[in-house]
Every structure is written in C-alpha cells, then in structure tokens.
C-alpha cells in the first residue's frame, strides 16, 4: 500500500482498501503513512482519498499526525519532492504547482501544525523556503527571458503601428491636409485595427515590464507573475491580429482593380498568426488552467 501510494498506483490502493478498509491506514517503521507517501511524491489522486466520504477511519488523526522526526503532513508538503512537474512548461509554472500543492496540504491539516516545530526545530514555511531556492531563481530566470523575449516583439509592432497611423495608405490631400482614403470605409477599418494593435502591444509591454521588475517573493509565482504574463500574450496575440488586419486593409485601398493580388498578398498576412497561436497556445492553456481554474 505504501508503494502504491508513492507511485500512485490508486487503482491497487481502491482495491485494496475495499478488500480491506484498515490497509489504508498502514504506516511504517517511521511512522508513516499512505498520505505522508502520496503528499512526499506529490500523488494527487491518492492523496484526495482523505476527502473521500466513503472512507472509513481516523481522518482527523491523519491530519494531526507526525512521524518519528515530528514531521506533520505539511512539513512533507514542504520538501520539493523527487522532481518537479516535468509537464509544466518553465520554472516559473513549476514553482506556482509546488505552492498549489502546499496550500492544498495546509487547508486539511489542523492549524496549529502551521507553526509546529519538527525533530530540527523547523516551522513548514521555513522548509519550503530552503528547499525551493534553486527553483525560485531559476523561475525567475525563465520568467525574465520569457518576458524579454515578448516585451522585444511587442515594442517593435507598437513603433510600427504608431508609425503607421500618421503615414496613412496614399497619402493626404495637399489642399485640405485630410487622408486621401478618408471617406472610403475600409479606411475606418484600417484605423480602427492600428489602434486595436497600438492600444494592445503597448498594454503587453507594460505587463511585461512587470514581470521584468517583479520582486520575486515566493508567493508571486502562485498569482502575479502568471497572471501578467497570460494577459500579456493575450494582448501580444490580438496585437499580431489587428496588426494584420490593418495590412490587409491598407492592402485593399491601394490595390483596387487588382483582386488577385490582393488576395495573395492577404493571405500571407495569416502567416503570422498561425505561426504564433500553435507555439504559445500550450503555455497559454497551462497557464489558464494553473491559475484561474485551480482551487
């Protein structure tokens, strides 16, 4: 059971605790259990069974307990565990599941093991914190690249575009100083896309500025620093987008009367976009789920 339990094999675990209800609460010469084994390997599916209503046992004892060295289940929770997430995109994603997974731990066990003291004098928080200081700089690391990298692409469309919204396609009106296309509807279309991408990468650098001059607490891995950086791709997104849809505009204006050209020429203003979504969707979706969807 306890092997089970560090592998999370919760299909022998089931099976067995149906066979026999007391194996789930089998320890060891430590004095430890199947929950101590799932949170030390961060075993999820193993260690919601104390949630489970169909279990029948010392719940509230297991939240209480402590092993031979008066770890309780939130000192364990604490250590870093064998490896992190290798599912996880960066350090910085790893850090945040390494924060999700000790909160988890902390809100069943009782409250005083917050503050208690194991065999080396140890509060949890204090181990987390020593065991996590690789991770938290190479998180931040990551982050910084990731968002140097964003912040380099967003500040180029937000020159091009800023540009682009005082060289109009053809020109202005020597006589009345007003845009030549400036009653043609697909000039209001062209405007409204350089705003939209202008408005966009310029909100995406800020975020990622953010991110560049963060403090970097162990707590800004959990909200703030996934937070910027997810709103900082959406806006890079819709700032490629309208950024393209301001080129096809202007593309239409100027090349009237020729169709096919301006059907070709459009389409590979798509190209962009389809590069970008499929490489960032992942990180976008893990990101998503991590942080607005998790408990």
Not at 9 to 15: H, T
Not at 231 to 251: K, P, Q, R
Request: glycine share 4%; net charge positive; proline share 4%.
């Amino acid at each position: 059971m306890l092997q089970a339990a560090k592998y999370g094999v919760i299909e022998f675990i089931n099976a067995m605790r149906k066979a026999n209800p007391s194996l789930l609460w089998a320890i060891d010469k430590n004095k430890r259990g199947i929950f101590s084994y799932a949170i030390l390997n961060h075993r999820k599916e193993v260690f919601q069974l104390i949630h489970d209503a169909t279990v029948i046992g010392p719940k509230e004892f297991v939240r209480c307990s402590v092993d031979t060295s008066n770890n309780s289940l939130l000192h364990l929770a604490a250590n870093l565990g064998p490896s992190s997430d290798p599912r996880r995109s960066g350090p910085a994603l790893q850090m945040q599941g390494q924060i999700l997974w000790y909160k988890e731990v902390e809100a069943i066990v009782h409250p005083k093991c917050k503050e208690a003291k194991n065999a080396e004098n140890k509060k949890p928080r204090e181990i987390f914190t020593e065991s996590h200081k690789e991770l938290v700089k190479e998180g931040e690391k990551w982050a910084k690249e990731t968002a140097g990298s964003f912040t380099l692409v967003a500040t180029l469309i937000t020159t091009i575009m800023f540009a682009a919204a005082f060289t109009v396609p053809g020109g202005y009106n020597q006589d009345s100083g007003v845009p030549i296309f400036l009653q043609d509807k697909i000039f209001s279309v062209f405007i409204i896309a350089d705003a939209i991408s202008l408005f966009t990468s310029s909100t995406s650098v800020l975020l990622f500025i953010g991110i560049l001059t963060a403090r970097y607490a162990e707590n800004d891995f959990l909200k703030s620093l996934p937070i910027k950086l997810l709103f900082g791709l959406i806006m890079l997104f819709f700032s490629v987008v309208s950024m393209m849809v301001a080129f096809c505009a202007a593309l239409a204006m100027l090349l009237k009367g020729h169709q096919r050209v301006a059907i070709i020429a459009m389409s590979f203003a798509s190209i962009p976009v389809i590069v970008l979504l499929p490489s960032q969707l992942q990180l976008f979706i893990e990101i998503f789920r991590s942080t607005l969807l998790s408990n």
